[in-house]
């Protein structure tokens, strides 16, 4: 028996209305719109030829006052896109009474054959008509945030954001794990600007920015600090943070320096890439902000000799870690990027041999505050190279297992930057760059042709291996365009090595319940209109968290980030309504859904069960795990299920395959590309999206098979916190398959990605031969019918 308290009573025989959208020939190109329009039983079917036009809006609005209807399907294109303009049609019935299919996307543009189009186009619709006939009247979810924010980095992208913030009236906690501020930007000495055509010293620049943080009054800077663990309560975050133990008590340091003469204990100091020697107790650069000397924990031997000579007595090494709670309205993140470990290209001799560098070894060995005092030595005796080749894609555009597969964006400008310094200083060195493609769009074009007219030298062609000869190494390469092998003899090799999620990214995503890429940068909402939203209302990302990119871009996110938290901050919060819903009646207070929520979206408060809705995914893991049947998600409710399931079965041909494929967000949006790019895929088809596999029970999927679909795939993004429990769902639909007497091959299960679409249709398609093959070796009958479970 299923919770009456949940539902909003709908009328025994609703009054659908069904408005076709031919798009400009889009649609009607494939689909015979008429066909479509007198297979249809609805209280009204009407077509348009450009469904979402403003006139469209008030014919929808007149259709529903003078026909009294209770529910609206459009069959368009996709709801991803403009499932929200058609919803504020829906004026003076509810949006949420709304359901669209999407005979667009994932049906004219993926199928040529326009009666199977057609066919597939009518089942699209009755399933939206089935569907919308259980559709329950919603409110969106408001919220108002505390005008507070957590900046979770302290490099050039979360100094912007949090300036921005603050600027803008925000209180602002800014969050570095390291001891100073500054990230990246300060480590490589010079930035190029192709404007100028030069290169400007990036303290200058960043100096006054930092300084500004310190004095802001609406910023607290928290360095050495990371966060350990996050809960979502009512629209705000809670997060606690840990303070490692400096053992300096900031307020009395005066960074005198007296300190660093009396400590034995000899380092390689990481900020200048491990290319000098730093003490145990270090300031990591003379204008590093805070001003004072930090303590490296894991190499002091606490001697106690620092403290003895300190006038101020600011060293105390009985100083413990630091819990310090903090609530804020919002997040951003803006933890950076790492540089690839080049020891998994050993081909290139990096750490074999002393004169291969890095491009950010090459750019502190010449920053004026560097190991060299800005002087170009070989690292291995000190000389002055005749000859420097760098070499390209040192781990990007990579297709080994461990490589980078993407662009990292920078990398050819920074080449250019520094063969363009050295030709500066060092006009009788010569500079060759090994490249891939050059790539230096728009303005940085100029700064390319600038770098040539100094005599840079440029060979198309990836470098196989770097070898040694004498005192000397040997680059062989190929010259794609001479087509012709050269080994080239040189002093110094300098690998411009791919950006990488730093190791901080990928922890705080786990923290925040963030989603990632398949490289694990943070994954935006949308990357054309959300590009800086995560999957997670009021946690937002900039900078080389979200992606390769250089400065200008990061700057530029950082404020638009800023920008999406202000204007959440000043608006308020609003969510769909589509969120778990506890029935009280009905809960025991066991607890287990609790235990299964990894979003921490569930809690117990005063002997009550709660669901907070800005927490919830709405992955419907707690409705499989409540036995008592006392949990359910608004807006996909199990009637819903099953209608939209038994609408796209309906009037199944004996001779004709239909396979389910159930898809999450991600899935659907890769299906949706599937169709912009009119990549082909079996007419079989028909995609049904889902908040989670998670949401799907074993009654589903034998309901699907009793009506008489040949074939279920289920897709979803595996880099979420509730996977483990897709796996585990996965092997009890097998189970309850096989206890049926269907063959398990007839379910499918796929890992999507929104960039690899062209990896999912090949899917379709490789599901549909299998399909095809069990059932011409089985009797089509393959189903033996069974009551599904309640």
Sequence with gaps: MKSRALKFPSKSDVNIGVFLCRCGGNISDTVDIERLKSSIDAAVVEDFENLCSVKCKKNIRDYIIEKNLDRVVVAACSPTTHKKTFQSYMNPLNPYL????????????????????????????????????????????????????????????????????????????????????????????????????????????????????????KIRLLTNTRVKKAERKGGNFNLILEKKAGYIKEDRCTSC??????????????????????????????????DVYTIDGEHCLKCGKCQEVCKMGAIDFSMKAEVIPINVGSVIIATGHRGFDLARRPEYGYNRFENVVTQMELARIMGVNGPTKGKLFRP?????????????????????????????????????????????????????????????????????????????????????????????????????????????????????????????????????????????????????????????????????????????????????AASKVSELMNGGLEIEPMVAEVYSARCKMCGTCIDVCKYKAIFMDDEQIYIDPLACNACGACISSCKNQAIEVKGQTDDQIFGIISGMLKDKRDDEIRILAFLDGVGYVAADNIGINKIPYPESVRIIKITSINRLMPKHILHAFKEGADGI?????????????????????????????????????????????????????????????????????FYTPCVPES
């Design 98 to 217: 709304l359901e669209m299919a999407n005979i667009r996307e994932q049906c004219s543009w993926v199928h040529s054959d326009g009666e199977k189009s057609t066919d597939k186009a009518l089942s699209l619709t009755r399933a939206a008509m089935e569907r919308v006939k259980h559709a329950q009247p919603l409110t969106p979810i408001f919220r108002k945030t505390k005008k507070s924010a957590a900046v979770i980095g302290g490099g050039i992208s979360g100094i912007t954001a949090a300036l921005s913030l603050a600027n803008q009236g925000i209180k602002t906690c800014l969050i570095e794990q390291k001891p100073t501020i500054g990230g990246n930007m300060v480590k490589i000495g010079k930035i190029f600007s192709p404007e100028k055509l030069a290169e400007e010293c990036s303290m200058c620049l960043l100096n006054p920015l930092i300084n500004e943080v310190v004095r802001h009054k």
């Design 257 to 290: 320096g007296n300190c660093v003469e009396v400590c034995p204990v000899n380092v390689l100091d990481d900020w200048n890439e491990g290319l000098m020697m730093r003490k145990a107790i270090y300031k990591p650069f003379p204008q590093a902000v805070p």
């Design 380 to 560: 291995s005796d000190g000389r002055i190279p005749h000859r420097v080749v760098m070499v390209q894609c040192a781990g990007s555009r990579d297709d080994k297992p461990d490589g980078k597969r993407y662009c990292s964006k920078i990398c050819c400008m920074v080449a250019l930057k520094h063969a363009s310094i050295i030709r500066d200083h060092y006009p009788d060195t010569e500079v060759i760059i090994c490249y891939t493609d050059m790539r230096t769009a728009g303005m940085y074009e100029n700064y390319f042709k600038y770098g040539q007219s100094k005599g840079i030298r440029l060979i198309r062609g990836r470098p196989g291996e770097v070898t040694k000869k004498g005192d000397n190494l040997v680059v062989r390469v190929e010259d794609t365009l001479l087509r012709e092998t050269m080994e080239i003899e040189t002093d110094m090799v300098v690998l411009s090595e791919a950006i990488e999620p730093s190791k901080g990214t990928v922890e705080l995503s786990k923290i925040l319940n963030v989603g990632l890429t398949e490289d694990l940068f943070v994954k935006e909402k949308h990357s054309k209109i959300k590009p800086v939203n995560t999957d997670v209302e009021g946690v937002y990302v900039c900078g080389t968290a979200q992606g390769p990119k250089d400065i200008t871009d990061s700057i530029s996110q950082a404020n638009a």
């Design 713 to 781: 795939f289920l897709g979803e993004y595996p880099d979420n916190v509730m996977y483990a429990s897709i796996q585990e769902k996965l092997q009890e639909f097998k189970k309850k398959l096989l206890e049926n007497g269907i063959e398990s091959r007839r379910l499918m299960f796929y890992k999507v990605y929104t960039p690899y679409f062209r990896g999912l249709a090949a899917k379709f398609v490789e599901f549909h031969s299998e399909i095809l093959s069990l059932n011409e070796s089985l009797d089509h009958s």
